[in-house]
């Protein structure tokens, strides 16, 4: 079925909806962004926090930049500049505001925990470094729920799941044929939504890694996927045969053929969906585009219902997003958007407003929403139980501080001895001659043990997780 989504005179409170650009000097400017043209966002905020992946030569680094602190950024300003390659992927936990995870060119996963008040200095060190791809990383996702799970998805065409409370993986989900384009849970973390470059889209039970359905639509091939909260329903953007850009609306229980397709326009740039469960809004924006297009979300036909366009000249490389607790609710504020304009260094909050006359709180706009307070540990939720996010309510601001604190496993500290010398140890050499021979022989020991420990490191946590897979499946066939 094909539906229209020209204006039509609907009752709905969010029809007036629009867009604000805050003012100049609330705006993140001189920042200089990643020019990696790899479809992501390269943005993560949250209420304390916005990272921006940024250009740098050699190794792949980003910033993060106290939200209080807008305006014009020092070029000197300090990285996170661990990671040997390009990073790819950026991602706040949503339960530790200080806690955020990256993945990279170079394999690895990182999970970083940057201190109140921002980076004095550039960080090297990550909490812990995770290595369990063969090729790079390109996607990460926190699970929704839980406080210490962890997604990857990388070009081995391989999701793995780490299970940070012992900094190991956990799980190989191995049924993609391709490089993985995008993830997306569902509200309670039970079901996985996947959309993959052999142009199929799966949804998957994680735990097991079983595809519970699998749709490949000639007329739609699909680039990203989200989950309608509790709709039991998914969007997808994509491109149609005759290669326009279009959206598809699909039920969960059967994707056999999407249940709406809708072409939007004739322009190349990648679409990328965005889901307010709480408002039941979609927004779309073009990757290269100015604009943000937004519809309403029904559970009776036409189903999705176009209600307005933010339009601007700039276009944008990648949007964050802020979460519902960082919120102006004075404001009648629903989503906020941080746009990345490369061309200026400049990332541009962008405000969805729905215009109210009253000052009073509009309980209306905002229900019991998905806090900062984890439902389950990541030991519960791989014993198998599934719980719904713990709700909160924005009525009286998000002041309420989270009491929890991220403990990383610890890991034991190595030595690594070559002709009797320690060489993890400081060593003091005699003469100046002898302190560059050993500073060379240390540099290049240390690289070789590196390549020869992560080969190793990889083919084992492999063959682990595909001797569990095997575990899982044969008692089914027995």
């Keep these: 079925m094909t539906m229209s989504w020209r204006p039509t005179y609907r009752s709905s409170k969010f029809r007036n909806v629009y867009g604000k650009v805050a003012n100049r000097e609330n705006c993140f400017d001189g920042i200089p962004i990643t020019k990696n043209v790899h479809d992501n966002h390269f943005c993560a905020v949250n209420s304390k926090f916005l990272a921006v992946v940024t250009e740098s030569a050699g190794g792949g680094s980003f910033i993060v930049i106290p939200v209080p602190q807008s305006g014009r950024l020092d070029s000197h300003y300090p990285k996170v500049c661990g990671h040997q390659g390009n990073v790819l992927d950026i991602k706040w936990n ?11 060119e170079d394999t690895s996963v990182r999970v970083w925990e940057i201190p109140d008040g921002g980076l004095r200095r550039n960080m090297t060190e990550a909490v812990l470094e995770l290595y369990g791809h063969s090729r790079r990383v390109g996607l990460i996702e926190w699970h929704p729920t839980s406080s210490g799970i962890l997604f990857s998805a990388g070009y081995d065409y391989k999701i793995l799941i780490w299970n940070l409370e012992i900094g190991e993986p956990v799980k190989m989900i191995d049924c993609h044929s391709d490089v993985i384009l995008s993830m997306s849970f ?27 359905q699998q749709a490949s639509c000639k007329n739609h091939r699909v680039n990203r996927v989200v989950f309608l909260g509790n709709m039991k329903r998914l969007l997808t953007t994509g491109v149609s045969r005759w290669n326009t850009r279009q959206i598809a609306l699909w039920d969960q229980e059967d994707l056999s053929m999407p249940m709406v397709d809708e072409d939007i326009d004739g322009l190349s740039g990648l679409l990328f969906p965005f889901y ?44 964050g997003v802020m979460p519902k607790h960082g919120l102006d609710v004075a404001a009648c504020e629903v989503f906020r958007f941080y746009k990345l304009v490369t061309l200026k260094g400049l990332i541009e909050p962008i405000s969805m407003i729905v215009p109210r006359r009253s000052d009073t709180y509009q309980e209306d706009i905002y229900p019991m929403t998905a806090g900062t307070e984890p439902a389950l540990s990541a030991s519960e939720w791989l014993s198998g139980i599934n719980r719904d996010p713990v709700l909160m309510s924005l009525k009286d601001g998000f002041n309420r501080p989270n009491q929890l604190v991220f403990k990383a496993p610890v890991k034991e500290k190595k030595s690594v001895v070559v002709n009797g010398i320690d060489l993890l140890e400081n060593v003091p050499p005699r003469t100046e001659n002898e302190l560059l021979r050993m500073f060379f022989r240390q540099q290049d020991e240390l690289r070789r043990l590196k390549e020869e420990l992560t080969t190793k490191d990889v083919r084992i946590r492999q063959l682990e997780l595909e001797l569990n897979n095997l575990k899982n499946v044969s008692p089914n066939n027995v």
């Design 94 to 104: 949503p339960f530790f505001e200080n806690i955020i995870a990256s993945c990279s």
């Design 186 to 212: 569902n509200t309670d973390g039970s079901l996985l939504a996947t959309s993959c470059k052999d142009k199929k889209l799966r949804i998957i039970e994680p735990r097991s890694g079983r595809v519970l």
């Design 276 to 319: 307010d469960a709480d408002t039941h809004m979609l927004y779309l924006a073009g990757k290269g585009d100015g604009n943000i297009r937004y519809f309403e979300i029904t559970t009776e036909k036409p189903y999705i219902q176009y209600l307005m366009e933010f339009r601007s000249p700039a276009p944008q490389k990648g949007l």
